[in-house]
């Protein structure tokens, strides 16, 4: 049974830092990008960044470069969203998601072809 499960979400204040975890379970990371998206209000859902191990670099959301930073965790089995400098316009639910490589849909931050999703997080930024 796959699972993908998130923790560190939680409110800050502006200018704040977070730091999002997503630990995989059931699937070979090997072969999977893993990433996060997030869904605020009334909005679309929207690819923040993806942490492939087939890509030369990261994919971020533009409103997010130099900001937030995707990694691998100590453990093979978890990605890492250090989110920094943080602004109300962050404030959304963030899912993790994990995708078959070469995972095109993870790599330009679209959502319609992810294999799995992690529950969500809750970050809240207040001004």
């Known amino acids: 049974q796959v699972q993908l499960v998130e923790s560190g979400g939680g409110l800050v204040k502006s200018g704040g830092s977070l730091r999002l975890s997503c630990t995989a379970s059931?699937?070979?990371?090997?072969?999977?990008?893993i990433g996060w998206f997030r869904q605020a209000p009334g909005k679309e859902r929207e690819g923040v960044s993806c942490?492939?191990?087939?890509?030369?670099?990261?994919y971020y959301l533009d409103s997010v470069k130099g900001r937030f930073t995707i990694s691998r965790g100590n453990a093979k089995n978890t990605v890492v969203l250090q989110m920094n400098n943080l602004e109300p316009e962050d404030t959304a639910v963030y899912y993790c998601a994990a995708e078959t490589l070469p995972a095109p849909s993870c790599q330009r931050g679209v959502w319609n072809a992810i294999d799995y999703w992690g529950k969500g997080t809750q970050v809240t930024v207040s001004v």
């Open positions: 059931g699937i070979a990371t090997d072969y999977f990008a």
């Open positions: 942490f492939s191990p087939s890509a030369p670099m990261p």
